[in-house]
């Protein structure tokens, strides 16, 4: 089983909301990866998991908070967010992290209004 | 800087058409190379890895080749549910993971 499951499939928010976007795993994959994809544009990463802590954060802004309850789930708190937030939101996992490939989840379509 | 280059941008084929993507990359250290196939509004799926230059892996119609410098995935006597964006990606020795803005294939029935 490859599956990464993403919840929910689409949602609207407006500035001021606070949502989360959830991620599951049941691969026993111990890395695990936030990837945010605007139209027509590749994968852009924000945040790895490895064993359950933060290794990479690539300077994404403040009202983005991940977290990793447990190494089969991850969440995308979601804070304030402005309209160019809009994106696909994809999350990943792998085995680990050098080299293994990472499977992903179906997405998340987020819109900010 | 490291970076990934994927051409063409765009691709179009005549079914059995068979042709070349090409993924061109400059970096400090490569882990791996990685294809996937990405289908409208959906995650990308995984195809291949790739670690050093001279390996080739192969699955159905598809074929993955790495050299020092570039991978091409070979696509042979294509079909039309082979339509969709194909994206590459590299691994560096600091764990950073670079996406290539994909080349989108139509396969014309």
């Known amino acids: 089983d490859t599956e990464v499951t993403q919840t929910p499939k689409h949602l609207v928010m407006g500035m001021t909301n606070k949502k989360s976007l959830k991620c599951e795993q049941h691969?026993?994959?111990?890395?695990m990866y936030w990837y945010k994809q605007k139209a027509k544009k590749p994968p852009e990463l924000m945040f790895v998991y490895s064993y359950e802590k933060l290794s990479i954060n690539e300077s994404v802004p403040s009202r983005f908070s991940p977290e990793c309850p447990n190494s089969s789930l991850l969440n995308l708190h979601l804070h304030a967010l402005q309209p160019e937030d809009s994106a696909l939101y994809l999350c990943?996992?792998?085995?680990?992290?050098?080299?293994?490939?990472?499977?992903f989840g179906p997405g998340t379509r987020l819109t900010v209004t | 800087e490291d970076q990934v280059t994927q051409s063409p941008e765009a691709l179009r084929l005549q079914e059995g058409e068979s042709s070349s993507l090409n993924c061109s990359y400059t970096?400090?250290?490569?882990?791996?190379l990685f294809w996937y196939r990405q289908d409208p509004g959906k995650g990308p799926e995984f195809l291949f890895t790739l670690y050093s230059a001279g390996e080739e892996k192969e699955k159905e119609r598809l074929k993955a080749t790495l050299t020092k410098k570039e991978s091409f995935l070979h696509i042979t006597a294509p079909k039309p549910e082979d339509s969709a964006t194909y994206l590459c990606?590299?691994?560096?020795?600091?764990?950073?993971?670079?996406f290539g803005t994909g080349t989108s294939l139509t396969v014309i029935p």
């Open positions: 691969m026993g994959h111990r890395a």
């Open positions: 990943a996992s792998s085995q680990g992290q050098v080299p293994y490939e990472q499977y």
């Open positions: 990606a590299v691994q560096n020795t600091g764990n950073q993971f670079y």
């Open positions: 970096v400090s250290g490569l882990r791996g």
